[in-house]
């Protein structure tokens, strides 16, 4: 019946047209349906789970979801404004429900970049998905991505507790320094005598990195970088870390980035900046050894990264999970045991059994040097080295495969 239907629609172009119609007309449908009670009925006795709280990055990661996603236009735009969080799929340790991933399916470019489109954000996704983590029975969850800014960071009243939050930005500025510590030590550098710079300096995260590059073991010398509009902000983060550099060996310096400003000169980036345009060129990559891009979705194109892949190294910051870990969700990561380092957080401090909210605001060095101590208990580290579009990476042969895409 299905193989005659095709050949039907393939053969009759005002058939094949209807069918188009429909398909372009029918409310989204979910290929997976998660109810809440499932989750929680599989928990463990007592425990609740954890839960991973993102967004779609951008509008090809809807297909990972919907069976019908449409061409974008104001009409499929606030059909998403109106289609409520999800759970995308339950996060399993070996055979045992922990969790659940919640999505919400509104694209990052259609509300981060008005005050407007935040509190939409807020009002209609991010507050039913903790209703929905509450259903489900989560008592910690982590959000991902850009999330954060839709609560401030952990500092706006809240009606549902639990689940508690931690917005990942420890783990994150945890994981980037171990990356960095990885890349140099894989490319033959000396993390101590390296020139580090940082994109997104003056962001909230950014400047939690920065902090804790120049914790302990630092690199010779941090460059901030960030827009023209932000140079006071730089200038002023740059003489608070040179004054709590108590060894005071590393040097910082602050620079601005826009298209007509050459880059200086460094060993390796880190990409901490919050965009949904890319605006590193293949150029612009090949000024470094290395680029650890924790930018959602990403600073660089594709194309781009594609460009200078034989001269530069270009990867995602994740974390590689603890044995039995499988979030079950088609994220751009390696393998399922793979996670981003915002939800490790969340998993550390499920696992702590943290009755509160855990990371909120921007952490001390202390707190970050805490969260690190955590990952490590709990089993996550560094994994291999793989791409922002989802390949992975031979050092040595510079040979890459081409799986389908995969993410959120």
């Given at each position: 019946?299905?193989?005659?239907?095709?050949?039907?629609?393939?053969?009759?172009?005002?058939?094949?047209?209807?069918l188009?119609?429909?398909?372009?007309?029918?409310?989204?449908?979910?290929?997976?349906?998660?109810?809440?009670?499932?989750?929680?009925?599989?928990?463990p006795?007592?425990?609740?789970?954890?839960?991973?709280?993102?967004?779609?990055?951008?509008?090809d990661?809807?297909?990972?979801?919907?069976?019908?996603?449409?061409?974008?236009?104001?009409?499929?735009?606030?059909?998403?404004?109106?289609?409520?969080?999800?759970?995308?799929?339950?996060?399993?340790?070996?055979?045992?429900?922990i969790?659940?991933?919640?999505?919400?399916?509104?694209?990052?470019?259609?509300?981060?970049?008005?005050?407007?489109?935040?509190?939409?954000?807020?009002?209609?996704?991010?507050?039913?998905?903790?209703?929905?983590?509450?259903?489900?029975?989560?008592?910690?969850?982590?959000?991902?991505?850009?999330?954060?800014?839709?609560?401030?960071?952990?500092?706006?009243?809240?009606?549902?507790?639990?689940?508690?939050?931690?917005?990942?930005?420890?783990?994150?500025?945890?994981?980037?320094?171990?990356?960095?510590?990885?890349?140099?030590?894989?490319?033959?550098?000396?993390?101590?005598?390296?020139?580090?710079?940082?994109?997104?300096?003056?962001?909230?995260?950014?400047?939690?990195?920065?902090?804790?590059?120049?914790?302990k073991?630092?690199?010779?010398?941090?460059?901030?970088?960030?827009?023209?509009?932000?140079?006071?902000?730089?200038?002023?983060?740059a003489?608070?870390?040179?004054?709590?550099d108590?060894?005071?060996?590393?040097?910082?310096?602050?620079?601005?980035?826009?298209?007509?400003?050459?880059?200086?000169?460094f060993?390796?980036?880190?990409?901490?900046?919050?965009?949904?345009?890319?605006?590193?060129?293949?150029?612009?990559?090949?000024?470094?050894?290395?680029?650890?891009?924790?930018?959602?979705?990403?600073?660089?194109?594709?194309?781009?990264?594609?460009?200078?892949?034989?001269?530069?190294?270009?990867?995602?910051?994740?974390?590689?999970?603890?044995?039995?870990?499988?979030?079950?969700?088609?994220?751009?990561?390696?393998?399922?045991?793979?996670?981003?380092?915002?939800?490790?957080?969340?998993?550390?401090?499920?696992?702590?059994?943290?009755?509160?909210?855990?990371?909120?605001?921007?952490?001390?060095?202390?707190?970050?040097?805490?969260?690190?101590?955590?990952?490590?208990?709990?089993?996550?580290?560094?994994?291999?080295?793989?791409?922002?579009?989802?390949?992975?990476?031979?050092?040595?042969?510079?040979?890459?495969?081409?799986?389908?895409?995969?993410?959120?």
């Open positions: 019946m299905k193989t005659s239907l095709l050949k039907e629609v393939s053969t009759q172009p005002e058939q094949h047209a209807a188009n119609l429909h398909l372009n007309s029918a409310p989204l449908a979910l290929k997976h349906t998660n109810h809440p009670e499932q989750i929680r009925d599989n928990l006795g007592g425990h609740g789970g954890v839960g991973f709280l993102f967004h779609a990055t951008d509008w990661t809807l297909s990972f979801s919907f069976h019908n996603v449409k061409h974008r236009n104001a009409a499929f735009e606030e059909e998403l404004w109106n289609t409520r969080p999800f759970i995308a799929s339950p996060i399993y340790s070996g055979s045992q429900v969790g659940a991933n919640i999505a919400c399916p509104v694209p990052l470019e259609m509300w981060l970049g008005s005050p407007r489109g935040i509190k939409r954000f807020r009002e209609t996704q991010f507050f039913p998905a903790l209703e929905l983590a509450r259903q489900a029975g989560l008592n910690m969850v982590a959000m991902g991505a850009s999330t954060p800014y839709a609560c401030n960071y952990g500092a706006l009243p809240r009606h549902t507790k639990p689940p508690h939050i931690t917005t990942g930005h420890a783990a994150t500025a945890a994981m980037l320094k171990d990356w960095a510590i990885h890349c140099c030590t894989e490319l033959d550098l000396d993390f101590g005598k390296s020139r580090l710079a940082l994109f997104g300096a003056a962001g909230q995260l950014g400047t939690t990195v920065a902090k804790y590059l120049l914790y073991d630092a690199p010779k010398e941090l460059i901030l970088i960030d827009l023209p509009d932000k140079v006071n902000l730089l200038t002023a983060q003489k608070e870390l040179l004054a709590s108590l060894l005071g060996k590393s040097r910082v310096s602050v620079h601005t980035f826009s298209p007509d400003t050459p880059l200086p000169q060993d390796g980036a880190i990409l901490a900046s919050s965009t949904s345009v890319p605006y590193l060129t293949a150029s612009d990559l090949r000024r470094a050894q290395f680029w650890i891009d924790d930018s959602h979705p990403r600073a660089a194109s594709v194309e781009a990264e594609l460009a200078s892949r034989d001269e530069t190294l270009y990867i995602e910051c994740f974390a590689r999970g603890p044995a039995g870990l499988d979030t079950t969700f088609p994220f751009r990561l390696p393998s399922a045991r793979d996670c981003y380092t915002c939800f490790a957080e969340g998993y550390s401090a499920w696992q702590e059994g943290i009755a509160s909210d855990f990371i909120i605001g921007s952490p001390p060095v202390w707190s970050v040097s805490y969260t690190h101590s955590l990952l490590k208990k709990y089993g996550f580290s560094v994994g291999p080295f793989h791409r922002k579009n989802g390949s992975p990476i031979n050092l040595g042969t510079q040979q890459r495969s081409n799986p389908e895409l995969m993410g959120s």
